[in-house]
């Protein structure tokens, strides 16, 4: 043990001074008491219990202002701890913080893709907690490690994923935290790859291609990967494309940057935009970027739980072209936040890009000679949670038949309710449905403006709907210059009442606003 430092020696004189021998020495507070676990375990575990079983009680989305919470919190923490400070906390989050959040988990919660939740899902949470270990190479946890390598070839093969993209085919992947991680990741290989190739000294001419559709961390994934800002090309798409990424604009996309003497380096393809759940035509696009050996990754973060039924697996056709996928088992696939699976075909780029020196600590003389998968060098960060523990448990606990019937049901509800906006002559269904998200729109008749108002009406019908107490809360979506509703049907707790009473509420709301704007046109 290496000596104290002189000031841990002053410190510990002083100490001494202060602290006599005939004085009781402060009592060591056990931080890890099993029994104290044990008491205030059951009461959180009754508190969530009874928050899922009243979820139905509180608006889905709060009506506060900001500064609501502030206000009512002191502005220092305690000093002391405060008598029966448990309890008054708990107190607290049920009173002051459960009031002003969003609940995710609500049945009537149709507005984003959904942040699934389960019983396995929320107990394996509280066993990563509980073990609390940080996996970051294999010998900082050896079955941490093996168990995520495990984990995602057993997720791999449930999506119907080709083996190239698995650990047993030569690939590999890892759990992360975000897709917005896993395109990082994947764009930082490609970027070292190709400066490799082309010399180091062109970045600033390395340009990376998506869809307008695209989500916005993939430009922003792009940024701190050193791409200049002006070198992210957005292709258009539209209606008639049901905005999916063509493959001959892409082409064309490129083939121009090659003649301005620019790099193209990445494509990131989404299958199931946020917006409208658009499908990009994988097999067509990656042709066009073997073209010009272009890095593919495939943004599955929401469609991708769905590729676990077979029925969905065309909407991935020619996904063995590609060089990375990444999906988010935490908004689909009952495995609560957070949980982003990405696989790679050669991970040997990732670790290329983001490995480090293994330092002296790090070091196990059990891994030398074997060839182990250190999961700090597939990413940026080094402390990394063992997230794999509860993608074991969901896989264990509901089988892939149960994710399955789980995808199917809510596809099922998404389904009704199309035909229920389809029954209604007032409203149209924007795009195709692929998954769990309808997009629909108020038809704006001629007398009330035509199709010039129909934005401005969709937005007021949204404002409604979302006004309506202890109603749905939806989003909208504005594609090609589209503005529609999005009804996504996804929370673990929504059953086929929630879905008709979501719809009886937009149809109430549109009966008043259309009522009120027709007495204003007299």
């Not at 090309?233 to 999916?244: G, K, N, Q, V, Y």
Request: hydrophobic share 45%.
């Amino acid at each position: 043990m290496a000596p104290a430092s002189p000031i841990c020696k002053t410190i510990t004189a002083g100490m001494l001074k202060h602290n006599p021998s005939n004085e009781t020495p402060p009592r060591i507070v056990n931080h890890l008491d099993a029994d104290d676990f044990r008491h205030r375990g059951q009461q959180v575990i009754n508190f969530i219990a009874d928050y899922w079983s009243s979820m139905g009680d509180y608006p889905v989305h709060p009506s506060v202002t900001p500064g609501f919470l502030r206000d009512q919190l002191p502005t220092d923490a305690p000093p002391m701890p405060e008598p029966d400070a448990w309890v008054s906390a708990l107190q607290d989050l049920r009173d002051l913080i459960l009031p002003g959040m969003t609940h995710w988990q609500s049945p009537r919660h149709f507005a984003h893709f959904p942040a699934s939740s389960s019983t396995v899902g929320a107990l394996g949470e509280a066993l990563i907690a509980g073990i609390n270990v940080v996996p970051f190479t294999w010998a900082a946890s050896p079955a941490a490690a093996e168990l995520e390598m495990v984990v995602v070839d057993w997720l791999g093969k449930a999506l119907h994923l080709p083996d190239s993209l698995l650990f047993a085919g030569g690939g590999g992947g890892t759990l992360l935290g975000t897709t917005c991680e896993a395109i990082l990741c994947a764009l930082v290989a490609a970027r070292d790859r190709k400066l490799a190739e082309v010399g180091w000294g062109r970045i600033g001419d390395l340009i990376v291609y998506c869809s307008d559709q695209t989500h916005f961390s993939f430009r922003k994934a792009a940024r701190i990967a050193g791409i200049q800002r002006g070198h992210c090309r957005e292709i258009p798409t539209s209606l008639e494309d049901m905005f999916a990424l063509s493959p001959a604009a892409l082409e064309a996309a490129m083939q121009a940057d090659v003649d301005a003497g620019l790099v193209p380096l990445f494509l990131c393809a989404t299958v199931g935009t946020t917006q409208t759940t658009a499908v990009d035509p994988l097999r067509g696009l990656c042709a066009v970027a073997e073209t010009h050996g272009l890095w593919v990754h495939v943004d599955a973060a929401y469609a991708g739980s769905a590729l676990v039924c077979p029925e969905f697996c065309h909407v991935v056709d020619g996904v063995e072209a590609v060089d990375s996928f990444s999906m988010n088992a935490h908004k689909w696939l009952l495995v609560n936040n957070d949980c982003c699976a990405m696989w790679v075909k050669k991970p040997a780029a990732l670790v290329a890009a983001l490995g480090t020196e293994q330092e002296y600590i790090l070091k196990d003389a059990a891994a030398e000679g074997h060839d182990v998968v250190d999961y700090k060098d597939w990413t940026m960060t080094l402390t990394r949670r063992f997230r794999a523990l509860k993608m074991w448990l969901v896989l264990r606990c509901y089988g892939v038949e149960g994710l399955r019937g789980h995808i199917r049901s809510h596809v099922r509800m998404a389904a009704a309710f199309e035909e229920l906006v389809r029954d209604d002559a007032r409203f149209e269904v924007v795009t195709d449905r692929h998954f769990a998200l309808v997009c629909f729109r108020l038809l704006s008749t001629e007398r009330l403006g035509g199709e010039k108002k129909a934005n401005e009406l969709n937005r007021r019908l949204l404002e409604k709907v979302n006004a309506a107490t202890l109603g749905p809360y939806m989003s909208a979506a504005n594609a090609g210059g589209i503005y529609m509703l999005r009804c996504a049907v996804g929370s673990t707790l929504t059953e086929e009442r929630h879905v008709r009473e979501a719809w009886k509420v937009v149809q109430e709301q549109a009966t008043s606003l259309l009522r009120k704007m027709q007495i204003g046109k007299l």
